[in-house]
């Protein structure tokens, strides 16, 4: 029977650590790969790990590195033959080949990035701190900025966050509430997952279901298709400790228990994407009709400003929906004409809607939510940057008073989006080329993602980006000449190793 | 304009001359960032109009069971196009659009003709073309012209509608009848869109019943059958014990064609690897050829094959006297995608092909598994691709599916009286 080893996979990949609201994150690079390795040895005592659910008086830490990182530390000399580290991931977030792939081009080009750029310090260790209070933040950060110089390592940035009111993100829509079940991590599901978890026993009735195997998140464990994701293996003699499990071959299985977090600062133009649905919004008057820019937003993202999905709430938001994750689109929305097949919560989830027309019938859903399912991602991200205020001096996220704030514009706000999966290739980049920057998404001609989709190159495409549609009752309403609402500002690849590997990792003497 | 013009896929295979191979690679390359912009390429495809996709690639290695390349003896320019009408006519406008273009390539290739006349030229391609082994069409029967047409049309009546959904009161009168007639009248007061009125010609009975080749290989298949299962059993206990690849992560070399992989909207593959020895193996290949050749042409015809709806084109060529098997491909979608479908749409007929090619994943009855190990097929699919050297596409912003909705606009738009209903489902076209 194979279970998860909980306490072996970092706390971050389970939850969300909710209960903490500050946090930070610190880049770093190795200077001394000998020290490095002292430090890890302790650090590998102080991670938390996915049994512990912190309450808010705690302070976590979890830590991730690049494959440069591991380089330094000497992973290469370790690898068994050519078990090594996806070929995303050793390549990084940076070529020319996943330039395209992830739509970072024009003003999300790489070479004008903060982090993680080619022209910008490479980055090697990825520590995550989070704590109740900024205070207790504050606390652990300079315990733990107090051993970088005796670790061998310094500190290239520091990247804030900034917990927003009703868990929202800058635009004003409450964010991350779709979130895969990872089989295995549910107590009610005390499932072996060597067996197929696809299977009955999982199915949560009708063609919907949410539940994954854990391998397409954690490395070590059989994944949707019932194979063990590709996992870096190391040679027997360089684990002298005995620390590492082995795998169903009988290799040390470095890989087992860590997952690859995906790390991209996306930069948000709150004024710019109001400012767009306001234009969009227009009476005859030259007035703008609320009504029309709450739906119009509302249509583009998937879901109402309180997280209520529109496909369940057509015509207003219902807050009392607000974290409604069990949810399809087929049947009663097969089509789109309530959440548009373009929207940014159904293309990048497209649950159990067959992607074609042709194919609407309840066998075609099941096996359009199984497809779907192979490109699930576990989203960790969090808000940076100072919200607006109201009146009375509190942080507001009514779009009105966004865009009254005359700092808006000036203020650099966003999201530090990171994201786990298994398998960089079919799930992160799949889920940003096939599905968000794709215009030709469904059965669509024209449209990216209305929100993250990269539209600049429209005229160089003979206008293949940039409408929105949303279909109607009789006639669609299209919006064309979208704008660029989000840019990346920085961005890597990470691998979160289990704890017993970061172990290894600091005993590695080659 | 024929509104139904059969599609066909000529694969062109020439000898290259010893010592050739790198100055003939850098013709490729040249043409290959030259063509779209500049007029004096030599090789204008633009202007064959019968072309849907062409590519040129250069082909000197094939995959072999040591999971590495080897050289073939005879390197050849595979020079393939996917066409509109019949051979002949094609061939001919190639040669007389392509003159320049055609010397100076296949300067480099045998038998090629010095200062060869146009019909010099017309035989020499007729000389050198290989039959595919299996050939799918995605839009069945739309030519270049109207799919281009098709596309430009739906644009104009999507901006009628945008400029009148308020204006003309559309929305209060809530007629879907009266919205269509409103559209019709615009189409037809326009001199550029008025022939869209015209209800399209019918398909040919005669193309509905032989489609082409397809009854020669419903026949080719049934012949084969009986025999081919005898192989098919004796085969299918070595399949246990066969070699199969052996990494789960790509190879180095995928690096090199993937800088121009993964554009929008449309991307090309071109596969290459050897096909296990034995002449069971090729009996068993061709009979699975006959298969699938009779289900393109008879059973997917509506845009799919075997449930993936991106491929404009896809065909198998046996080459290198028997020993490889190249697959190539026009899809619209991504690498990662495209790679995703055949795993878990098309299993089947892809492990039908592909697992009498060497290292293989691991199959169960030579049908089932295979492709169903996801990383490893993968991987082994990237580590036999080679680089296609120049490859154009007549309509780059078009998918399968937007050709098919296109041709429905219109037939909708030509179409007479529509019920109220037929007139609601036509505007959810747009």
Redesign the interface.
């Known amino acids: 029977m194979i279970q998860l080893e909980i306490n072996d996979i970092q706390g971050i990949i389970r939850r969300g650590y909710g209960t903490l609201e500050a946090a930070c994150y610190v880049l770093l690079k190795i200077d001394n790969s000998s020290k490095t390795k002292k430090w890890l040895a302790n650090l590998a005592n102080r991670i938390n790990n996915g049994e512990n659910k912190p309450s808010s008086t705690d302070k976590c830490i979890n830590v991730a590195f690049t494959q440069l990182g591991l380089n330094r530390l000497g992973i290469e000399k370790a690898y068994d033959r050519e078990k090594k580290f996806s070929i995303e991931f050793e390549d990084g977030m940076v070529t020319d080949h996943r330039k395209n792939i992830l739509g970072d081009l024009n003003t999300s080009d790489p070479k004008h990035w903060e982090w993680g750029g080619p022209t910008n310090d490479s980055i090697h260790v990825l520590l995550l701190l989070y704590a109740g209070n900024q205070t207790l933040l504050e606390e652990l950060y300079s315990d733990e900025a107090g051993q970088f110089a005796s670790g061998g390592v310094s500190q290239i940035k520091r990247l804030e966050t900034h917990f927003l009111p009703d868990r929202k993100e800058h635009f004003g829509f409450r964010d991350g509430i779709g979130q895969p079940r990872v089989a295995g991590l549910l107590d009610k599901h005390k499932t072996d997952l060597g067996k197929n978890i696809s299977t009955s026993v999982l199915q949560e009735g009708g063609s919907y279901n949410n539940i994954i195997a854990a391998g397409e998140f954690v490395l070590g464990y059989p994944n949707a298709y019932q194979k063990f994701p590709n996992s870096p293996k190391v040679k027997k003699e360089t684990d002298t400790d005995d620390i590492l499990d082995i795998d169903e071959t009988g290799a040390k299985d470095f890989g087992k228990n860590g997952s690859y977090l995906v790390f991209r600062q996306l930069e948000q133009h709150v004024g710019k994407f109001w400012n767009y649905v306001y234009d969009h919004s227009k009476l005859e008057s030259g007035e703008i009709d609320k009504s029309v820019s709450e739906k119009l937003a509302a249509k583009m993202i998937g879901r109402w400003r309180s997280g209520c999905p529109i496909t369940l709430s057509p015509d207003q938001d219902d807050p009392t929906l607000k974290d409604k994750d069990n949810f399809g689109y087929y049947p009663d929305d097969k089509e789109g004409d309530k959440c548009p097949m373009a929207s940014h919560v159904r293309r990048t989830n497209p649950r159990n809607s067959p992607l074609q027309r042709k194919h609407f019938n309840d066998k075609e859903a099941k096996n359009a939510m199984v497809d779907a399912n192979k490109h699930r991602i576990i989203r960790r991200g969090r808000a940076y940057g100072e919200p607006s205020l109201d009146n009375n001096g509190n942080p507001t996220m009514e779009p009105d008073l966004m865009l009254k704030d005359g700092n808006t514009g000036n203020r650099k706000v966003g999201l530090h989006f990171l994201c786990f999966n298994a398998n960089i290739g079919r799930q992160f980049e799949f889920i940003q080329h096939t599905w968000v920057n794709n215009p030709k998404f469904s059965e669509l001609y024209s449209e990216a993602d209305p929100l993250l989709g990269e539209v600049s190159d429209a005229e160089k495409n003979n206008g293949v980006f940039g409408d929105f549609t949303a279909p109607g009752d009789l006639l669609r309403t299209r919006v064309r000449r979208l704008e660029k609402f989000v840019d990346v500002k920085g961005g890597a690849y990470f691998f979160m190793p289990g704890i017993k590997a970061i172990k290894y990792l600091s005993k590695l003497h080659l | 304009m024929n509104d139904f013009v059969s599609q066909g896929a000529l694969s062109m295979l020439a000898k290259i001359r010893p010592g050739s191979i790198e100055e003939l690679r850098g013709i490729l390359k040249d043409l290959d960032q030259t063509f779209e912009n500049n007029e004096k390429a030599i090789f204008p495809f633009r202007d064959i109009r019968s072309i849907h996709f062409a590519r040129f690639v250069i082909v000197d290695k094939s995959f072999t069971e040591e999971a590495t390349f080897r050289n073939l003896n005879e390197p050849f320019l595979m020079f393939s196009t996917n066409y509109d009408g019949s051979e002949n006519d094609h061939l001919h406008e190639i040669v007389e659009v392509a003159s320049d273009g055609m010397d100076q390539i296949f300067f480099h290739c045998y038998e090629y003709p010095n200062s060869p006349s146009k019909k010099d030229r017309f035989r020499f391609l007729k000389k050198i073309r290989a039959t595919y082994g299996a050939f799918h069409v995605g839009a069945q029967g739309m030519s270049v012209a109207r799919i281009q047409k098709e596309g430009k049309l739906?644009e104009f009546i999507?901006d009628f509608?945008?400029q009148n959904?308020n204006t003309k009161g559309?929305?209060d009168v809530?007629d879907?009848q009266l919205?269509r007639e409103d559209i019709k009248d615009q189409v037809r007061s326009s001199s550029e869109f008025n022939w869209s009125i015209e209800s399209p010609d019918r398909v040919p009975i005669g193309w509905k019943l032989f489609r082409r080749t397809g009854w020669k290989s419903g026949i080719e298949m049934i012949v084969r059958l009986p025999l081919a299962l005898v192989f098919w059993l004796m085969i299918r206990r070595k399949e246990k014990t066969d070699k199969i690849y052996?990494?789960?992560?790509?190879d180095?070399r995928?690096?090199d064609h993937?800088?121009r992989?993964?554009?929008?909207?449309q991307n090309e593959m071109s596969l290459l690897v050897d096909i296990k020895k034995g002449f069971r193996r090729r009996f068993l290949l061709k009979t699975v050829f006959a298969g699938i050749e009779t289900l393109a042409r008879y059973v997917f015809t509506?845009g799919e094959l075997g449930g993936i709806?991106t491929i404009h084109f896809a065909r198998w060529v046996i080459v290198d006297e028997g020993r490889a098997l190249m697959f190539m491909s026009n899809y619209?979608?991504?690498w990662?995608?495209y790679l995703?479908d055949f795993?878990?749409k098309a299993s089947k007929g892809l492990t039908g092909v592909w697992s009498n090619t060497v290292l293989y994943p691991r199959t169960r009855w030579l049908l089932w598994g295979g492709s169903?190990?996801?990383?490893?097929f993968?991987c082994w699919a990237r580590a036999q691709q080679v680089t296609t050297d120049v490859w154009y596409t007549a309509y780059?912003?078009l998918?399968v599916?937007?050709i098919i909705?296109n041709k429905q606009i219109r037939e909708g738009l030509a179409a007479g009286r529509m019920s109220k209903q037929e007139a609601?489902e036509w505007?959810?076209l747009?």
Request: avoid cysteine; proline fraction near 6%; charge should be positive.
């Open positions: 739906r999507q509608i945008d959904s559309w929305s809530n879907p919205i052996p990494y789960t992560r790509y180095q995928a690096k993937t800088a992989e993964d554009k929008v909207v509506k709806p619209g979608s991504s990662e995608s995703g795993i878990d169903k190990d996801e990383e490893r993968k780059s912003n998918t599916k937007n909705q609601t505007l959810k747009f």
